[in-house]
């Protein structure tokens, strides 16, 4: 199975700040890695496939990069609705999507 | 709009049955990759099983053998029959969408539609 790390695993930040998050796989899966936001209650939603491919309607301040083992997610300027938990994903193989942890990105 | 929905979800005894059920719109549950995703909030996101457009199923070792995968076409909807439940099963379970999308020689797998989710407790 392949193991997704994600650090770190809570984020205190405050509104306009960059803020970066880190998703390393336990082996290479290419750029076969997508990221998810969550809120409380509801479902995770599709941020970046690909490890760097913008999903529809998803704010540019979002942005994905990353190969091999080593990933991440930035947002450019975080805005008060990016406050949530963030979720890496990897789909190299059908013997398991693994997910990370999550990263929940709280107010400082 | 595309839709997933979810229903079923329930309070079980330990080794006891379920049956969830995903009613789509907006998709073709047979000519779309399908699956399901549970989450606790001890472990967190894992994906559970997958069936393919052609009819091949996968499933995480946590539950192979135990739980089944499968869709109605007439229907539109997508099952998960779930036997032999376990307290470690308790989960919210969501209904997705895997799409693919072609970059050079690759396709890359994402999970872009998701239902609300439904409950399942697992409990004596």
């Known amino acids: 199975d392949i193991q997704m790390t994600q650090s770190p695993s809570s984020l205190p930040a405050s509104v306009g700040d960059r803020v970066t998050i880190t998703c390393r796989a336990s082996?290479?899966?290419?750029?076969?890695l997508n990221w998810y936001q969550q809120k409380p209650g509801k479902a995770p939603k599709l941020l970046i496939y690909?490890?760097?491919s913008l999903q529809s309607g998803v704010p540019s301040r979002f942005s994905g990069s990353g190969s091999g083992t080593d990933f991440t997610l930035t947002i450019s300027s975080l805005q008060p609705e990016d406050f949530a938990t963030y979720y890496c994903q990897q789909t190299y193989t059908t013997l398991g999507y693994s997910f990370g942890q999550g990263t929940r990105v709280e107010i400082k | 709009e595309v839709q997933l929905m979810e229903f079923g979800g329930g309070l079980v005894q330990p080794g006891g049955s379920l049956r969830l059920s995903c009613s789509a719109s907006?998709?073709?549950?047979?000519?779309?990759?399908m699956g399901w995703v549970r989450q606790t909030p001890g472990r967190g996101l894992e994906w559970v099983s997958l069936i393919f457009s052609g009819g091949s199923t996968f499933y995480a070792d946590s539950v192979k053998g135990r739980f089944t995968i499968s869709r109605d076409t007439p229907k539109n909807m997508l099952f998960f029959e779930m036997n032999s439940l376990r307290a470690e099963d308790t989960a919210v379970y969501y209904c997705?969408?895997?799409?693919?999308?072609?970059?050079?020689?690759?396709?890359?797998?994402?999970?872009?539609?998701w239902g609300k989710g439904t409950t399942v407790t697992v409990s004596s």
């Open positions: 997705v969408r895997v799409e693919a999308s072609r970059r050079e020689s690759d396709y890359f797998y994402y999970m872009d539609v």
């Open positions: 082996q290479r899966i290419n750029s076969f």
């Open positions: 907006g998709l073709n549950v047979t000519q779309n990759y």
């Open positions: 690909g490890a760097s």
